[in-house]
């Protein structure tokens, strides 16, 4: 009786790991093996906290002006990887990375089907030609680049001053749609006449003038279009203030974002999904960094330096447009 068991028991065991070792022969999976990885008790981005000091990057972004010409380069950036993954990964969702172009350079023109946004970080005289539209950059504007927009960059300072800023793109999505291809255009330059105001160009100074006319220690904007919509149907993005000696509400969302200081000097409290990673970025003026998706964060601006002002990439519109939107206070 013992020995019959103990036979078909093993005959049984054969049976299961045959059964197991046959499936990847037949591209099939068991799901019961790796269901919680499937449907986890969390949202579980794979992206980690990471942060960017402007005065450490600065220097590796003005040394590869040195080793390659904006032209040659075509786009001369530097990528933020974020460290638990590889590029063009800034979060998940997110693609960011810093853009130099000295004067008298020329960003040749091209299109592709990636969104992209910039956030204007410092120079003078630059601009970005987009669709016909040669709009100059100033220190926080934002400008867009929408999907398919010819587009070309330059920098036209007489006092060797370089112009840097920071680029969000949707590049992530594209792992998942690869749907993403560029042109490049016959000519360096696509032909633009100067504008003064472009529906494409968001300045800083009503930005800021948004958020002090909220009234509180904490005030946050949503940059929109003029009919109300997102800034594009992938990436959008915000700016907040926090008061000095102020600390913003702990809140989680389904997005992710890539932070950005204008102004102030203080630090964020950065609470993964896991309820476990806690980190603490600290930041001033230039600095970025990144929030996961349904990381708890608060932002903490210091007593002597006055306000801060954050911006900030987000996928808002993604998220939204798929019926994900979560957020708690
Ligand atoms: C791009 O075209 C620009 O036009 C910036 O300035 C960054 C990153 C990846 C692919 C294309 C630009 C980019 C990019």
């Not at 529906?199 to 940059?223: C, M, N, T």
């Not at 890539?258 to 203080?266: F, R, T």
Request: hydrophobic letters at 35%; charged letters at 20%.
């Amino acid at each position: 009786m013992t020995e019959t068991t103990t036979t078909s028991d093993s005959n049984n065991n054969n049976a299961v790991e045959s059964f197991y070792s046959s499936l990847p022969q037949q591209n099939v999976a068991a799901l019961w093996t790796q269901l919680d990885k499937m449907v986890p008790p969390h949202p579980n981005p794979s992206a980690s906290i990471a942060s960017w000091k402007y005065d450490e990057v600065k220097p590796l972004l003005l040394s590869a002006g040195d080793i390659i010409g904006a032209e040659e380069a075509e786009r001369r950036v530097l990528m933020l990887v974020n460290p638990s993954l590889t590029a063009p990964y800034t979060t998940d969702s997110i693609y960011a990375g810093l853009q130099l172009i000295l004067p008298g350079e020329i960003a040749p023109a091209h299109r592709h089907v990636a969104f992209a946004l910039r956030f204007i970080i410092e120079g003078a005289d630059g601009f970005t030609a987009v669709e016909g539209e040669k709009i100059t950059m100033e220190r926080g504007d934002v400008i867009l680049t929408p999907s398919w927009h010819w587009h070309d960059h330059g920098n036209e300072n007489k006092e060797g001053k370089p112009m840097i800023w920071l680029d969000g793109l949707d590049l992530p999505l594209y792992r998942y749609l690869p749907v993403n291809f560029a042109e490049p255009y016959a000519d360096k330059r696509y032909p633009s006449t100067p504008v003064k105001e472009s529906r494409l160009r968001f300045p800083w100074a009503s930005v800021q003038k948004q958020l002090d006319s909220i009234e509180g220690d904490y005030a946050i904007y949503h940059y929109r279009h003029e009919d109300g919509s997102h800034l594009s149907k992938t990436l959008s993005a915000q700016a907040e203030r926090i008061a000095a000696g102020t600390v913003s509400k702990r809140k989680r969302e389904t997005t992710s974002f890539v932070y950005h200081v204008y102004e102030g000097k203080g630090y964020s409290t950065i609470l993964l999904p896991d309820g476990e990673t806690e980190q603490v970025v600290e930041w001033k003026s230039r600095d970025t960094f990144t929030v996961p998706a349904w990381a708890q964060v608060s932002h903490t601006c210091y007593q002597e330096a006055g306000q801060a002002y954050l911006f900030a990439v987000n996928d808002r519109p993604m998220v939204e447009a798929l019926g994900l939107s979560r957020e708690q206070q």
